[in-house]
């Protein structure tokens, strides 16, 4: 400790002071300005002497024990407030690590909801496609089957018509079966040769 340093440096400047003081001080009388009063001087240091011995047992060890527990305590802080801010520059660089997780999963995310987008979107419009062959292939079917029922009715009518032509000019009812047969077949090759 310092008080056990302090002591022993006041004793050896007790111990050598004396010396200097009687060397100078053979003359009695004069005052002058630098005269030094022997006695007065020793019971000075001898006073000092037992101030700094009482000083260095009672006093100096408790003062010297608050500055080393405040010393500590300072260092104690001084470190705590390392160790935080290491701890938060720890902490800092976890949340920036899971930020640019969160960052890059969300870029996933979308990413991933484009792609469904356009698949769905090319699913849509396969389906579009196929129903819209499936309509125009209907549509044609329908149309030929209006074609070939209107042929149809048409030769019937015109059978028909004819017959009634017939009958008109001929003025007389023929057999309905036989002419009606006869002109069928007139008219399906007629209808063979348009088609041809």
Known sequence: MRASRIVPATLTLLAALPGTVWAQGGEEGGGGLYDINVGLSTWTLLVFGILVFVLGKYAWGPILEAVDAREKGIQAAIDGAADQNAEAARLLEEHKAQLADARRQANELIA?????????????????????????????????????????????????????????????????????????????????????
């Open 112 to 196: 991933e909801g484009k792609a469904a987008g356009e698949s769905v979107r090319k699913d849509i419009e396969e389906k579009a496609r196929a129903e819209g062959h499936a309509i125009v292939e209907r549509a044609r079917s329908e149309i030929e089957r209006e074609r070939d029922a209107a042929l149809e009715m048409l030769r019937k009518e015109s059978v028909d018509l004819a017959l009634a032509a017939a009958s008109r000019l001929i003025s007389e009812n023929l057999d309905q079966a036989k002419d009606r047969a006869l002109v069928e077949t007139y008219l399906s090759e007629l209808g063979k040769e348009v088609e041809a």
